[in-house]
C-alpha cells in the first residue's frame, strides 16, 4: 500500500541548531514529493516539491529537501533554525501527477528562542 | 496560488445530527478535493469533486456520510452527515496547482459532542 512515514513526531530545537526532518515514502516508480508547513493557527502551506531533475529541492524560508531514491527517502533540512519556524511540517506524495497527495502524519517542530 | 474560504470555521455539534461545511476558491478550478485531519493524524482524502459529476470517494468513505455538491467551478460543500464523536476532525477543502501542488483552505474544525 502506498504510504508516507514521517518518524519524528516532536521535535525540540533551540534557535540556529541545524533541522532535519525524515520522510520515507513506499512507492515504486515515478513519484512527486512535496514538504507542506502548518504555523500555528494558519493553513498549510507549501514549502518545496519534487518532480524531477535536481535531487536537492530549495523552497522558501531556506529550506530544502534532498531526494535519495535508492533510499525512498526525502528530507527537509535547515542549517539554522529560527524561533519562528515552529510549526507542523508534512511530507506528502503523489504517484498520479493527479494533485492525489498522501501525506505523513506530520512532525512538530518547536524552537526554543 | 489559490484563495480558498472555508465556513464554519469551526462548530461545535450534537451527536445524530448533520453540518455543511462550505469551500468557496477565488478561481474557477476542475477539481476540487476534501481531506480530513484527525487528531494526532495524517491528512487523509476523503473525496474529490468535479464540477457537473459524481464526487469519487476513498476507499473508507460513502456518499451516504459525506455528500458532497460542486453546483460550479469555484464553489463545493461537503456534509458530515448523522455525526458521532469520532468525527471530530478538522475538514480541509483543496484545490490542484498547475505545478501538481495543493493549495489548502483555513479549515473547519468540527467537534461532535
Known amino acids: 500500500a502506498q504510504s508516507v512515514s514521517q518518524h519524528n513526531h516532536h521535535v525540540i530545537l533551540s534557535e540556529a541548531a541545524s533541522l532535519e526532518l525524515g520522510c520515507n515514502y513506499s512507492?515504486?516508480?515515478?513519484?512527486?514529493l512535496f514538504w507542506y508547513v502548518q504555523y500555528p493557527g494558519q493553513h498549510l502551506q507549501l514549502l518545496l516539491k519534487?518532480?524531477?531533475?535536481?535531487?536537492l529541492v530549495k523552497g522558501i524560508k531556506g529550506f530544502e529537501a534532498e531526494f535519495i531514491k535508492s533510499k525512498f527517502s526525502f528530507n527537509l533540512r535547515k542549517p539554522s533554525v529560527q524561533w519562528s519556524d515552529t510549526a507542523e511540517y508534512f511530507c506528502?506524495?503523489?504517484?498520479?501527477?493527479?494533485?492525489?497527495?498522501?501525506f505523513g502524519t506530520g512532525t512538530r517542530l518547536t524552537v526554543i528562542p | 496560488s489559490a484563495v480558498i474560504s472555508q465556513k464554519p470555521s469551526r462548530d461545535i455539534c450534537q451527536r445524530g445530527t448533520s453540518l455543511t461545511i462550505q469551500c468557496q476558491v477565488d478561481?474557477?478550478?476542475?477539481?476540487m478535493f476534501w481531506y480530513r485531519q484527525q487528531p494526532g493524524q495524517s491528512l487523509t482524502l476523503i473525496a474529490t469533486?468535479?464540477?457537473?459529476?459524481?464526487?469519487?470517494?476513498e476507499s473508507g468513505f460513502v456518499i451516504d456520510k459525506f455528500p458532497i455538491s460542486r453546483p460550479n467551478l469555484t464553489f463545493s460543500t461537503l456534509t458530515v452527515s448523522n455525526m458521532s464523536p469520532e468525527d471530530s476532525s478538522i475538514y480541509l477543502c483543496?484545490?490542484?496547482?498547475?505545478?501538481?501542488?495543493?493549495?489548502f483552505g483555513e479549515g473547519s474544525r468540527l467537534t461532535v459532542l
Open positions: 512507492y515504486g516508480g515515478t513519484v512527486n
Open positions: 519534487y518532480f524531477s531533475g535536481d535531487p
Open positions: 483543496s484545490v490542484g496547482g498547475r505545478g501538481g501542488e495543493l493549495f
Open positions: 478561481s474557477q478550478v476542475t477539481m
Open positions: 469533486a468535479n464540477q457537473g459529476s459524481e464526487a469519487t470517494y
Open positions: 506528502a506524495a503523489d504517484q498520479t501527477g493527479a494533485n492525489n497527495l498522501f
